[in-house]
């Protein structure tokens, strides 16, 4: 164990499970072997460069948006709870925040005939996960294919911009058969 730390960050729990997650308290992300190796795109010297970008980077720069969301913004670096944010800058994040609840209330959908919308304000921390690691994973995959163009078969005909993207949704149609264990939409 790491000493001296308020909570030890070397202690992990359900290695087996296939996922990640991030920890306010502990100031940190768990990366478990189940999501490594798991139902979701995983890892893989067999896949392209462009899918692992979208599909294991891009939720592993969610869970790291965590700690800057609506609940993680609110503890500092050692998992305290308290406000160490400059009077300008929360405000900013405030205005930012306040605009993605908007976007996600005007979100409409229809499944089955039945109308669904978000409630902005109970997804935020989420949403602003997803954008922040889809966005991360998005410009480490441009910069790395800037500098190493990643070829791809023309058989796919897909650039690899559009894998980064095949790979981000795959991650997330499959990832531990989440989805497919519930009937409807409101028990998600």
């Known amino acids: 164990m790491v000493q001296g730390l308020r909570i030890a960050k070397d202690a992990f729990i359900c290695e087996a499970q296939d996922n990640a997650f991030y920890d ?3 100031n940190q992300v768990q990366i478990n072997v189940g999501f490594i190796k798991g139902s979701s795109v995983g890892i893989s010297k067999y896949l392209l460069r462009s899918t692992l970008y979208g599909g294991f980077a891009a939720p592993l720069g969610h869970e790291l948006t965590h700690g800057f969301d609506d609940r993680g913004s609110q503890y500092d670096e050692n998992g305290r709870e308290r406000n160490w944010w400059d009077p300008q800058s929360k405000e900013e994040y405030k205005k930012k925040t306040e605009c993605m609840v908007d976007q996600y209330n005007n979100f409409k959908y229809e ?4 109308e669904y919308s978000t409630d902005g304000n109970k997804t935020l921390g989420e949403n602003i ?4 690691g889809v966005r991360i994973a998005y410009r480490a995959f441009l910069k790395a294919n800037a500098k190493e163009r990643e070829i791809v078969s023309h058989s796919l005909n897909l650039t690899s911009q559009q894998l980064f993207w095949i790979g981000y949704a795959q991650t997330w149609c499959l990832f531990g058969g989440y989805y497919e264990k519930n009937e409807t939409l409101g028990e998600l």
């Open 129 to 132: 996960a997803d954008n922040g």
């Open 111 to 114: 499944i089955n005939g039945t």
């Open 24 to 26: 306010p308290y502990s």
